[in-house]
């Protein structure tokens, strides 16, 4: 290394002494910017890839430490070289297990708070004798390997059990690597099912495929790293001087409180490690969630290159958590303990969230119901739900109230209107019915109709909470009815976008939670006919649903036949016009012209304007210890002001 550049080095290690070890990371990040502007090969870890503006490495997942040195899962391993994983159908090590637990678990102002959609405490579990904890990898034992255990589970007082018995979890077994091809290239779990169906078979790890895991898939990163990176377990390991998700960043900026434009609103996102917030692999050969529900993976996809992103936190009007929720509650669950970790973080590390108590702040819930079972701290912030219930024990139908605790007036449901976002889902095949769509004219599509009413689903008869009961009355009404021209099925049907098509109005209920029946109509060119009471519709804040649907309730359905029936010739052709005009908002799919994204900071854009205008209160400032807000005398007001 040339003088100049040893001088160079020389003088930052000194500064970084003089400053103090705990900013010696920051040294070290303006070492790596300048060695990257003067085109020296002098390599940072692999592992301390991604800085952000406090100088700390963004650590892949299983590793720790501010220079993400310490490979803290690594018994969670197959092999040093293999991926960590978490995931519960696979049998791995009891020292696996009891640092999962730990990896997740973390202390904060309100105690210590863990990943609520994992159990490890009582998962079977093996040991090697004579190892250190380092090395407890979590291959599956063979038949005739000596000096291992199979426990019950990690906590001292485990009882021994038959490893043949540890290998089963649910309908899986785990079996040696050696049971299968190539022993999955050390890049997968050799499992079986408990009947033993298809015999052992390699269940691979994210980004690879093939018989033996031999086969590596396209960049599956976000943005694929912009070819700035090398993408690992779906992480960025970013070339200086780039870092943050997929790449995108180069420039570091420091905190302070400098007011935002009043006219270019522009989103900030934290850079958060995977121990915080990371889409964990779910379970052995995880690829990815159920498509309808990754709507938060394609916003993130647009968001990056967005002009709304901001690398410069005092630019920012609102500022993004991306904590991918999702993987901490699953479709039926609600991440709460979750997003209490990384609010805690984040309230600690950057100064922005208190200066709102974070209601400048948005995070997605894409589970179900969304936010309806969320408490806390969460509450302050904009959710960006697709279940916009607003029920509440004044005011709700067979759908349980979710009102949340504060002020008689202030009470609301699973999504505060003035303030939560309620964006549509993923529709998985909405660029074909898109495509087939853009090439019908509207006269096409008003000849090709040839029923009055449609639908076709679940019914869950003994449910009342299951689409607001809506379902069950419509289901009983069209067989009291029997009238060719409104057709109901219970279950599915094999042409069942024909049938939308070829259909005025399509019934549009929700679900156990949010329904996607609304994208379908409009993809295909049928006019919804929304029946959710108490319920936001997708981006009703900024869309004008009259021009395209008829909104009705559970009291109106009797008559439903009269009032379709009372709609004219014109007045149909303007729903089905404008149908047509919007339909693109309910798509992300950017190919077939999808505008979600577009929507969705429309809708955040307006959801800002009323934090602006006071429209409503801080969350957290209206609980009250001894208050019990769903008695009949309510709460009583608070004297706190926002």
Not at 350 to 367: I, K
Not at 600 to 621: A, V
Request: proline share 7%.
């Amino acid at each position: 290394m040339p003088s100049r550049w040893l001088a160079a080095a020389a003088l930052l290690l000194a500064a970084a002494a003089a400053a103090g070890a705990e900013r010696t990371e920051q040294w070290l990040q303006q070492w790596d910017f300048w060695l990257y502007l003067n085109k020296q090969p002098f390599p940072r870890p692999l592992w301390c890839s991604n800085c952000g503006e406090d100088g700390h490495c963004r650590c892949p997942f299983g590793r720790i430490g501010k220079a993400c040195e310490i490979d803290f899962l690594a018994p969670c391993r197959q092999a040093p070289e293999a991926d960590a994983h978490c995931g519960l159908a696979a049998t791995k090590s009891c020292e696996c297990w009891r640092r999962c637990r730990e990896y997740f678990c973390v202390q904060t102002d309100f105690g210590q708070k863990c990943h609520e959609f994992e159990n490890w405490d009582h998962r079977p579990c093996f040991h090697r004798e004579g190892l250190p904890p380092d090395q407890q990898h979590s291959r599956f034992p063979e038949p005739d390997e000596q000096g291992v255990k199979c426990l019950e589970g990690y906590f001292p007082e485990a009882k021994e059990v038959d490893c043949s018995e540890a290998a089963v979890f649910r309908n899986d077994v785990t079996k040696p690597l050696s049971a299968c091809p190539n022993e999955c290239s050390k890049r997968g779990f050799c499992m079986t099912f408990k009947d033993g169906a298809f015999g052992a078979q390699c269940r691979c790890d994210r980004g690879y495929h093939g018989a033996s895991c031999e086969s590596e898939q396209q960049n599956v990163c976000y943005k694929k790293c912009k070819g700035r990176g090398k993408c690992i377990d779906q992480f960025c390991h970013c070339d200086p001087p780039y870092f943050s998700i997929g790449c995108t960043r180069s420039k570091v900026y420091p905190a302070n409180y400098s007011r935002p434009s009043p006219v270019d609103f522009k989103i900030y996102m934290y850079e958060l490690s995977a121990q915080w917030a990371y889409d964990n692999v779910r379970f052995a050969g995880w690829q990815g969630h159920d498509p309808i529900y990754i709507a938060y993976q394609r916003f993130m996809e647009q968001f990056l290159d967005s002009a709304v992103c901001t690398e410069d936190p005092s630019a920012a009007s609102m500022f993004y958590i991306p904590a991918f929720t999702y993987s901490y509650s699953d479709n039926g669950g609600i991440g709460n303990d979750h997003l209490a970790a990384v609010i805690h973080h984040i309230k600690h590390s950057y100064p922005y969230w208190n200066r709102t108590g974070g209601r400048d702040h948005f995070f997605w819930t894409p589970a179900d119901r969304g936010a309806c079972h969320l408490s806390g701290e969460p509450m302050d912030a904009v959710k960006i739900t697709h279940f916009g219930s607003t029920a509440t024990p004044d005011n709700h139908g067979t759908m349980p109230p979710y009102g949340h605790r504060g002020e008689r007036s202030l009470r609301y449901g699973c999504a505060h209107p003035l303030r939560d976002v309620v964006a549509v889902p993923v529709q998985p095949w909405d660029k074909p019915w898109l495509d087939r769509t853009r090439q019908m004219t509207l006269d096409e599509f008003i000849s090709g109709k040839k029923r009055m009413f449609f639908f076709a689903g679940g019914v869950r008869h003994q449910d009342p909470e299951y689409s607001g009961f809506a379902r069950q009355l419509l289901h009983n009404l069209t067989r009291e009815w029997n009238d060719p021209a409104f057709e109901f099925v219970e279950g599915g049907v094999p042409d069942y976008e024909q049938r939308l098509r070829s259909t005025k109005f399509c019934l549009a209920a929700y679900g156990h939670g949010w329904g996607n029946r609304l994208l379908q109509a409009m993809m295909t060119g049928c006019v919804p006919v929304i029946v959710q009471e108490h319920v936001l519709q997708f981006y009703e804040d900024v869309l004008p649903y009259e021009l395209f649907s008829i909104r009705l309730n559970n009291a109106d359905l009797p008559q439903l036949r009269e009032i379709l029936r009372s709609v004219t010739d014109e007045q149909y052709r303007r729903l089905l016009e404008n149908v047509l005009r919007y339909h693109r908002a309910f798509s992300w799919t950017v190919e077939a012209g999808g505008q979600a994204f577009e929507y969705t900071i429309l809708s955040l854009r307006r959801k800002y304007l009323n934090l602006k205008s006071l429209y409503y209160g801080r969350y957290s400032h209206l609980q009250q210890e001894n208050c019990q807000p769903w008695t009949p005398e309510g709460c009583k007001p608070s004297t706190a002001t926002s």
